[in-house]
């Protein structure tokens, strides 16, 4: 088993999984594997979901590599009973990030309440993490809405309101040569599931190195250098599941005849085959001319489950992979400058004590 759950409490539906086992603290000075820590800011209806999905995605591409997670949560992130129960139970508070020693940071988003994200009520806590990664992990991953916040804060990147919610899975063009997307098989394909954007121009003038764009769903993954830490934004989910993006199709529409959305959600694009899209249509038909919640019981999930695929697998694992693969080049560089530090002062050392 590569992932261990740092500190001895396992999630229990990734316990249940993989028979996952929990590390030890007997390691803290971190000289085994990769340390990462994991801040899990999705809302309550999708934390555990989201949890297992980036576990999964690790340990898939890790291979022999042994790595650590431990898991975080940020406060003033709005939650119910059983997330707060969720999170007391398994998840430490970020203050025990500031002194504890990580490789990589991961944080996801979450739901934005306000268009300026800097009015959300974590969002001094989020920005204080952000700071903290520049200082001391070799390599932070953003997830969608932390992207967002993440060029916000260290550049002034403003993200813009898109018409219509980017809903599906789009082919993405790699645009620049980079390790994080080496061996990648083309097209690279992401999921994207958001109402906002930020763009290319913007990220170019801000020093950002965008890696893959597509001419449907615009800039996927971007990079930036950040004092010691490489940078890594995703405005997609390569940590999606074949039926992640059906589940939050469904959401919509309930949303929609909870009156919680004015319009009827788009069909995911690139996700479902010629099958599931005639009957998802033959859905929303019988939902507008009759929006009313209980007619989700009709919904067609059992006819949709057996056509999903997941057609971006190769792709998260193989950039996943190449990130952890640069995780450990960058923790083996730096054993190796402390351990000529040590031999140069035993040389010191010897040299002084000759010429006494």
């Known amino acids: 088993m590569a992932l261990l759950i740092d500190g001895g409490r396992i ?10 086992a929990a590390s030890s603290n007997g ?20 934390l555990e979901d989201t949890e297992v999905q980036f576990m999964e995605l690790i340990d898939a591409a890790a291979g022999d590599t042994p790595v650590r997670i431990k898991l975080f949560s940020l406060p003033n992130v709005p939650r119910g009973d059983r997330g707060q129960q969720h999170l007391s139970r398994f998840y430490s508070g970020i203050d025990g990030l500031w002194n504890s020693r990580f490789d990589a940071l991961i944080m996801t988003g979450t739901e934005p309440v306000h268009s300026d994200l800097r009015q959300e009520p974590y969002w001094h806590a989020m920005t204080d993490v952000l700071d903290w990664a520049e200082r001391n992990t070799a390599s932070t991953i953003l997830s969608c809405l932390a992207a967002h916040a993440g060029v916000l804060h260290s550049d002034g990147v403003q993200r813009e309101r898109l018409p219509d919610k980017q809903f599906g899975v789009f082919e993405s063009d790699n645009v620049r040569d980079h390790e994080l997307t080496r061996h990648a098989l083309r097209p690279i394909r992401f999921p994207h599931s958001r109402w906002n954007e930020v763009r290319e121009d913007a990220l170019a003038s801000a020093g950002y190195s965008v890696l ?18 490489l940078f890594v934004h995703f405005q997609g989910h390569p940590e999606y599941t074949a039926f992640t993006l059906l589940k939050e199709y469904r959401r919509d529409i309930k949303r929609f005849l909870r009156q919680e959305r004015t319009t009827y959600p788009s069909i995911p694009q690139g996700y479902f085959d010629t099958a599931s899209t005639k009957l998802l249509s033959e859905f929303r038909d019988v939902v507008l001319a009759h929006p009313r919640e209980e007619n989700l019981t009709f919904f067609p999930d059992a006819l949709l489950l057996g056509a999903l695929q997941n057609t971006w697998r190769a792709s998260a694992i193989c950039v996943y992979r190449n990130w952890l693969q640069h995780l450990a080049s960058r923790k083996n560089d730096d054993s190796r400058l402390i351990q000529v530090g040590v031999n140069d002062l035993k040389c010191v050392a010897l040299t002084s004590h000759d010429l006494a």
């Open 11 to 20: 999630p229990p539906r990734w316990a249940e999984q993989k028979n996952a």
């Open 27 to 46: 390691d803290d000075n971190g000289t085994k594997g990769i340390r990462l820590a994991f801040i899990n800011n999705m809302p309550d209806s999708a």
């Open 212 to 229: 893959t764009k597509s001419a449907m769903a615009g800039v996927d993954l971007f990079v930036k250098q950040k004092r010691k830490s």
